[in-house]
């Protein structure tokens, strides 16, 4: 079932004058500590292995029934890499074997079908994706049979506001092949790009020549997509403000629609490939910062409106619109115009958002392809969410996408008393706003515009699962989650 627009109320101008409202550098560096991404909540850490197909298909039978035509949103994981990117922490499979690909599709089709039997035809599909791994690591043959089986099982929207995206990597694209994207069905794309400098793209083992990538978004500016988003990692080894200005020039001067400029997270006991980076080529902690100024400095210097979360888009962009009118949302793949959607994950490792439950699939090929061949879905793990949760996920989605919440919204929606239910949240959020980040007034909290860049530490103090006491065992555990900076 959707979730009511959480606040009727629009956002401040969304437009950041950089130099005005970035925070200060010691705020910056008090606040960059571990903190989830919340592309869900709770994350997918909290997902319990107990979560089986059996509560997958009730939390499908119970949004169905409240859901009527509500539409429908799908993701579909495409896990094969030719080759790996050092940073990466995606789950995917190295290979050149292209078989593989087919082998996969086969397991997908099934999946696809299975699953459509549990949604009726009635719910239309407007948003769906395709990510990775690498999507274009299938053929544009293989893409379009995935989409004609997705046709025939689904209702997908044929309407303008659909929102249907593929990841791209420039590497693996032709510019015809691109040009055949639109007919496929694709009506958005995203280009991985990270970096434009030679000597880093070495470093991550992600060798990718800048003419090959410019004219490509080249060719999709002149193509039939409704808009076009380019991904860059600040914090890479090697990146220094001088050669990622040299990137930010670049891309500028193509003048993608969106652009997504990620914080690298340097974790290596849980991201097996990045045990490949030299940490002494990785930029200090002020140096990271100084690229993130700068980052924020050009793109908003060159007229991009930051949304929130790394993500910045041009004025006139579906997503600042949804942002101007106070119905942004975030789902697993970021910020989005159909968040609130009902998610159905296909493949390996993918996660699904189904009325009030998460659902994981397998995490492994190996296990995925299992699972489908002994005729079942591949759910492996999810959660039923509490009333707990729901409203946290509630207050959280607000802060996270509208900048601010209002206490009497919160309370209509989930008969709560806002201050009791949360005194010890509103207390902490007491130094948040003294250093700036939120301001608290009777029935609302509003995050600053400075405090916009550190969003995830003002969600972070709604967040019941951080603030559990770390079992013994986890004291000396891997760290679970990316710096906020
Ligand atoms: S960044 Fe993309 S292409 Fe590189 S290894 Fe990760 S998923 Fe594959």
């Known amino acids: 079932m959707r979730m009511p627009v959480a606040d009727a109320i629009p956002l ?24 989830p991404r919340y592309t869900s909540y709770p994350t997918a850490l909290e997902f319990d292995p107990r979560f089986g197909e059996a509560d997958y298909r009730a939390a499908a039978a119970r949004c169905n029934a409240g859901a009527g035509r509500d539409p429908l949103s799908l993701y579909v994981h495409i896990p094969f890499c030719a080759s790996p990117c050092f940073f990466c922490g995606c789950t995917k499979v190295i290979t050149r074997q292209m078989p593989l690909a087919e082998t996969y599709l086969e397991r997908l089709y099934r999946e696809i079908e299975r699953q459509s039997m549990l949604f009726p035809r009635s719910r239309v599909v ?18 379009a049979d995935l989409m004609g089986h997705l046709g025939r099982h689904f209702a997908l929207s044929s309407t303008p506001e659909r929102e249907f995206s593929i990841e791209i990597d420039p590497r693996t694209v032709t510019t015809r092949t691109l040009s055949q994207l639109p007919d496929i069905g694709f009506n958005r794309v995203s280009l991985g790009v990270q ?6 793209q070495a470093a991550v083992n992600r060798v990718q020549p800048a003419a090959q990538t ?46 997504a400029a990620y914080s690298y997270a340097h974790l290596p006991q849980r991201f097996k490939p990045q045990r490949r980076i030299r940490t002494d080529q990785l930029p200090s902690p002020e140096e990271k910062l100084a690229l993130l100024q700068l980052t924020v400095r050009r793109l908003t210097g060159a007229g991009y409106v930051y949304i929130g979360m790394d993500h910045f888009a041009l004025p006139g962009d579906e997503l600042v619109k949804a942002a101007e009118r106070g119905d942004l949302q975030r789902n697993f793949q970021g910020y989005s115009t159909h968040g609130d959607t009902d998610l159905i994950g296909f493949g390996m490792s993918a996660i699904g958002r189904i009325g009030e439950s998460y659902a994981q699939n397998a995490r492994s090929l190996t296990d995925y392809c299992a699972a489908i061949d002994a005729d079942g879905l591949a759910i492996r793990r999810g959660l039923r969410l509490s009333a707990e949760d729901l ?53 609302r909290i509003q995050v600053t515009a400075a405090g916009r860049y550190l969003l995830r530490a003002v969600a972070m103090v709604f967040d019941a699962y951080l603030s559990q006491p770390a079992a013994p065992a986890a004291v000396s555990a891997p760290p679970r989650y990316s710096r906020v900076v």
């Open 12 to 35: 401040p101008p969304a437009t950041v004058p950089a130099a005005a409202t970035f925070p200060e550098t010691d705020l910056l560096r008090r606040y960059d500590r571990p903190g």
């Open 126 to 143: 407007e948003q769906l994706h395709l990510g990775g791994g690498t999507p274009t690591f299938l053929s544009a043959g293989q893409l």
């Open 195 to 200: 970096d434009f400098d030679p000597a880093v």
């Open 214 to 259: 410019m004219q490509l978004i080249d060719a999709a500016k002149r193509g039939d997509f409704k808009s076009i988003s380019v991904d860059l990692i600040y914090g890479l080894p090697l990146q220094t403000e001088a050669s990622f200005e040299r990137t930010l020039d670049l891309l500028l001067a193509a003048r993608p629609d969106r652009i």
């Open 391 to 443: 409203l946290r996920r509630d207050v959280i989605a607000a802060l996270m996408c509208r900048g601010q919440l209002r206490f009497s919204d919160v309370e209509a929606r989930h008969a709560i008393d806002f201050a009791a239910h949360f005194s010890r949240e509103v207390a902490a959020l007491q130094t948040l706003a003294a250093d700036g980040l939120v301001t608290l007034e009777a029935d």
